[in-house]
């Protein structure tokens, strides 16, 4: 995502990002970034809570606005809830990422890119 | 409020302890590209470009990845689709913390339609993209990168929401 953001950026389109994955985004760089430390799933808000997303939605647009330079990030407010577990389980042994169902369609996609790697379709 | 989660960290060394012995390089840049805003946000064109797997319901069933209007990993999705339609095949989040059940989360469509109706921003562009993200950074820069600037041409759009999941 934040290499299409980079590339509309160089040629003249400006952007905002959002996003819940602020190292990731911030190693890569990008122009304007809000960031919400929520879980994978919310990137522009709470889930069914018009009033944050139209909050972060804001800030985004306020960004485009003022933001002078590139790798500007703002950090929009919002707890996800009172307890942290879902950052201390995320990528654990203890949580696995993907499972069941998730994870078998994750496999199934990984084999057909081998295969078409192979074939040389790729 | 504890510090945010380090993914990459984490995911390295998650899948490191799954047995794949070479991590995942995450695309890295020292300096990053800018551009100022061209015209006031409110005479302003806005797309989204999501890598949220958006899709519209079927009658009879799933949308085929390998649809007609799909170039390399990027597709479009008429802006006016009815939010009842729009779902997520997204499986790349935090399915234990949270689910994908209101498109708004990830894929501000309604939002920013109201955003239109208050006058802060001018109008929806008639397409918003998707882009399946893939593990080639080099396909995502010289092949979707390129596609999804050729449709915003394409549509005159001004700016340009960016939306992972």
Redesign the interface.
Known sequence: ????????????????????????VE?????RFV?L????????????D?DH??Q???L??QL??H?????TTVQASG??NDD?A??Q?????D?P??SGQ?LE??MTAKQR?RDKKAAGE? | MSAPVRYIDRTRDYYLGQGYDKPYEWAHHEDAPFTPLTKPLSESRVAIVSTSDIAVKKPDGDRDRDNEFAVGNVYSLPSDTPIDLLYSRQEHYDQHATTLDDVNAYYPVSRLGELVDRGRIGELAPRFHGVYTGYSKRKTAEIDAPEVLRRCIEDEVDLAVMTPV
Request: charged fraction near 15%.
């Open positions: 995502m934040s290499l299409v953001a980079r590339h509309l950026e160089a040629n003249g389109i400006p952007t905002v990002m959002f996003g819940t994955a602020k190292d990731i190693h890569c760089g990008v122009a960031f430390d929520f879980p994978l799933g919310n990137s522009c808000g709470r889930s069914f018009a997303q139209h972060i939605l804001e985004g647009m485009l606005e933001a002078t330079a590139p790798r707890i996800w942290d879902w950052k389980l995320i990528f654990t042994d949580q990422f993907l998730a369609n994750w890119y790729l």
